[in-house]
C-alpha cells in the first residue's frame, strides 16, 4: 500500500542549531515530491518540491534547504535555524505520471519551535 | 496572487446548518484536493476530483472545470466539524507535478 512518513511529529530546537527533517514513502517510484510550511495562523506555503534524485526547485528563498538523496525520500535541512523557522512543516506526495486525477499523500506533520 | 483561493477565510455556523467553502484557481489543473486539518495539525485528505461531485457521508464536493472553481458542502454540521478547510491543487508545470494549498478556511460550528 501507498503510505508517507515523515518525523519527528514535533521538535524543539535553539536558535542556529542544525535541524534535519525527513520524509519517506513506500508503495510508490519515482514520485513527485513535497516540503510545505505553515506559519502560526497561516496557510500552506509550498517550500520544495522534487520530481526526481538529485533534483529539486526552490520556491522561496529562505533559510532551509532541501535534498533528496534516493527516490523515496525528501529531506529538509537547515544548518542554523532562526526563530522565524518555527512552523509547522508537511511532506507531502503525488504519483508520477501526470494522469488525470493523482491522488496527493500528507506526512503528518512536524511542529518546529526554535527557542 | 495565489495560484489557489479560497473563501471564507473564516466560517462560524450553527450546529445543522448547511455549509458551503468556496475554492478557485487560477490555470487548468490536474486534480483538486479538499483537506481537512484538526488543530493538532495533522491533515486528513477528504477527496480528490477532476471532475464532477463527490460524495462521502456528510460531504460534497464539487468542481466545475470551465469556471476553474471548486465547493465543498457540509450538510447537517455539527460541532466535530469544526476545522480548517483546505483546497489544494496539482498543477501541471514544465512536466513537473506542483501541488499548490488554499490558505485554508477555518469552520466553527456551535452547538
Known amino acids: 500500500s501507498q503510505t508517507i512518513h515523515q518525523w519527528p511529529a514535533t521538535l524543539v530546537q535553539p536558535v542556529g542549531s542544525p535541524l534535519s527533517l525527513e520524509c519517506t514513502v513506500e508503495?510508490?517510484?519515482?514520485?513527485?515530491l513535497y516540503w510545505y510550511r505553515q506559519a502560526a495562523g497561516r496557510g500552506l506555503q509550498l517550500l520544495f518540491y522534487?520530481?526526481?534524485?538529485?533534483?529539486i526547485s526552490s520556491e522561496v528563498p529562505q533559510n532551509l534547504s532541501a535534498s533528496r538523496p534516493q527516490d523515496r525520500q525528501f529531506i529538509l535541512s537547515s544548518k542554523k535555524l532562526l526563530l522565524s523557522d518555527s512552523g509547522f512543516y508537511l511532506c507531502?506526495?503525488?504519483?508520477?505520471?501526470?494522469?488525470?486525477?493523482?491522488?496527493?499523500?500528507f506526512g503528518q506533520g512536524t511542529r518546529l519551535t526554535v527557542v | 496572487k495565489n495560484e489557489v483561493e479560497q473563501s471564507p477565510q473564516n466560517l462560524t455556523a450553527q450546529e445543522g446548518e448547511f455549509i458551503t467553502i468556496n475554492c478557485s484557481y487560477s490555470v487548468g489543473i490536474s486534480a483538486l484536493h479538499w483537506l481537512q486539518q484538526h488543530p493538532g495539525g495533522g491533515i486528513v485528505s477528504l477527496f480528490m476530483?477532476?471532475?464532477g461531485k463527490k460524495k462521502h457521508g456528510r460531504l460534497i464536493a464539487t468542481i466545475n472545470i470551465q469556471e476553474k472553481h471548486s465547493s465543498l458542502h457540509i450538510t447537517a454540521s455539527h460541532p466535530r466539524d469544526s476545522a480548517v478547510y483546505i483546497c489544494a491543487a496539482t498543477f501541471i508545470i514544465q512536466g513537473a507535478q506542483k501541488l499548490v494549498f488554499g490558505q485554508g478556511t477555518r469552520l466553527t460550528i456551535n452547538p
Open positions: 476530483l477532476s471532475s
Open positions: 522534487s520530481v526526481g534524485i538529485g533534483q
Open positions: 508503495g510508490t517510484s519515482n514520485p513527485n
Open positions: 507531502a506526495w503525488v504519483p508520477r505520471g501526470g494522469y488525470e486525477g493523482a491522488e496527493a499523500f
